[in-house]
């Protein structure tokens, strides 16, 4: 069986670019590597007069042409879309080449209101493989998709990453951290609010009067950082709270070693206007594989492999009192936390692994491979 797997840019270091990347080593270690091949999109989006982001139509074009040319010259047996943005390029080879392509689902960018053309490309697609069943209930019943052939296939650890846990830089100029440490990882961009740095900086005046010694690391970057670090000044906690920026890979691994909670409470919002929220969630999991108690929001995907008290805390991800209510807790039972952080990882390397995700998405081939027969 030829796979031909069609990606966005990876150039940046994304979810949807790590999810290719183990898709494609998944793909390779069952079906041997010369029988998977890699087209991605050749360069980034660029940002528009207007704010939002767009590739260039030249761009668009060249990606089309060298996926129909892989497509004649390679002969696959099926696509796979890593994202929707590329599946119309799929939809092109199925109608002149008549070859089954697969859609996955990551989360806003198929929760909401689709154009024409992408739409058509999700209806038209064999199969769609969501990272979660959030994902793939709120997709389905979003757009009509009832009786469509789906699967479910989260993401997985790095291989390397899991492998090299103790291999971290040091982030504490020597010395280790002695404060309790509350530890939030995504993007500061506005467009992506409700990843929950607002809810948590209103939390953290309140964690503040509980734990007078407790210290708050952000780490990502975006447009939203000033306004973010602005608020942290205004609500008088700007000398506990810790903007790290964008780090490298090294670092970002001994941060989550370093911190006593991990928090993301993410709002999910499926307004088919402006579909907000995490599609799964990959931060989180990374930090539970870590051995750090959670703290994630009680609706959306997070709550699908977070188990509530047992991993960390679900909370409602617009109530700040009952964030931080979850992190005090947390904090001052570190003992208890201990003991959640223990039975998340466990259960984060048992059924998050590499294996695992080979040994689902082996399955899922082996359905294609039934309908591919009929």
């Known amino acids: 069986m030829k796979v031909l797997v069609l990606a ?15 898709l494609v080593s998944a793909l390779a270690k069952i079906l041997d590597e010369e029988n998977v091949r890699l087209i991605a999109v050749p360069s980034q989006a660029e940002a528009r007069a207007d704010g939002s982001f767009g590739l260039r139509k030249s ?13 004649m010259k390679w002969r696959p047996d099926l696509v796979i879309c890593t994202h929707l943005g590329v599946a119309p390029a799929a939809l092109k080879v199925k109608s002149l080449f008549k070859k ?33 069943k959030f ?26 990453q899991i492998e090299n846990r103790t291999q971290g830089v040091d982030i504490h100029g020597g010395t280790e951290n002695s404060h309790p440490t509350v530890l939030t990882v995504g993007r500061l961009a506005a467009s992506e609010r409700y990843k929950g740095h607002d809810v948590m900086l209103e939390a953290w005046v309140l964690v503040r009067r509980e734990i007078p010694d407790a210290e708050y690391v952000i780490v990502g970057d975006g447009d939203d950082r000033l306004r973010l670090e602005a608020r942290a000044r205004e609500l008088g906690i700007s000398d506990s709270v810790k903007f790290a920026g964008a780090v490298s890979g090294a670092a970002l691994q001994d941060y989550y070693r370093t ?3 991990f928090a993301l409470p993410a709002r999910t919002d499926l307004d088919p206007r402006s579909a907000r929220g995490e599609g799964f969630g990959i931060v989180l999991l990374e930090a539970m594989s870590h051995g750090k108690p959670v703290v994630g929001p009680k609706i959306g995907a997070p709550a699908e492999f977070i188990h509530d008290r047992q991993h960390g805390m679900l909370v409602d991800p617009t109530k700040p009192q009952e964030v931080s209510a979850a992190l005090i807790e947390l904090l001052e039972h570190p003992k208890r936390a201990e003991e959640m952080g223990n039975a998340g990882k466990d259960w984060a390397r048992r059924e998050f692994n590499f294996e695992k995700f080979c040994e689902r998405l082996q399955g899922i081939l082996a359905m294609g491979e039934s309908l591919r027969s009929r």
């Open 100 to 132: 089954p392509y697969w859609v996955v689902l990551h989360g806003i960018e198929v929760w909401g209101d689709l154009p024409p053309t992408k739409l058509r490309a999700l209806r038209e697609a064999q199969r769609l493989i969501a990272n979660s």
């Open 135 to 160: 994902t793939l209930d709120a997709t389905v019943s979003g757009h009509n998709l009832e009786g469509k052939d789906c699967s479910i296939l989260p993401p997985s650890f790095e291989r390397a």
């Open 8 to 22: 966005p840019p990876m150039g940046a270091a994304g979810g949807i670019q790590q999810y290719t990347a183990t």
């Open 59 to 71: 761009v668009k074009l060249r990606f089309l042409m060298r996926v129909l040319w892989g497509a």
């Open 259 to 261: 911190c006593n909670v």
